[in-house]
């Protein structure tokens, strides 16, 4: 069993910032990328930021110079770091890990998390 548990959301104001964590757990052998995507009300899920193992990004335009991403490969651990908040980073963001368990790829999911940028 793995389970990606995300943590973080919330409400903040425009020019804000916020703190995204997810961790995974369970029966891994290994963990490749580790990301963020978000999804906004009736749009399709987009990339935020991912990183490897071996600490390549890929960023999203939009938000190039104002998130970033690390990883901390001990815990298993991936964080975005929101900073000058817009409202249209609202969404729900969404953990994701390429990972090996028991033997086999796959890509897990966690269960998301909501960021809401308001005034």
């Known amino acids: 069993q793995v389970q990606l548990v995300e943590s973080g959301g919330g409400l903040v104001q425009p020019g804000g910032s916020l703190r995204l964590s997810c961790a995974a757990s369970g029966s891994i052998s290994s963990i490749s990328d580790m990301g963020w995507y978000r999804q906004a009300p009736g749009e399709q899920r987009e990339l935020v930021a991912t990183?490897?193992?071996?600490?390549?990004?890929n960023v999203a335009d939009s938000v190039k110079g104002r998130f970033d991403i690390s990883r901390d490969n001990t815990k298993n651990l991936v964080t975005l770091q929101m900073n000058s908040l817009k409202p249209e980073d609202t969404a729900v963001y969404y953990c994701k890990a390429r990972l090996l368990s028991r033997g086999r790829w796959y890509g897990y999911w966690g269960q998301g998390t909501q960021v809401t940028v308001s005034a």
């Open positions: 990183k490897s193992t071996s600490g390549i990004t």
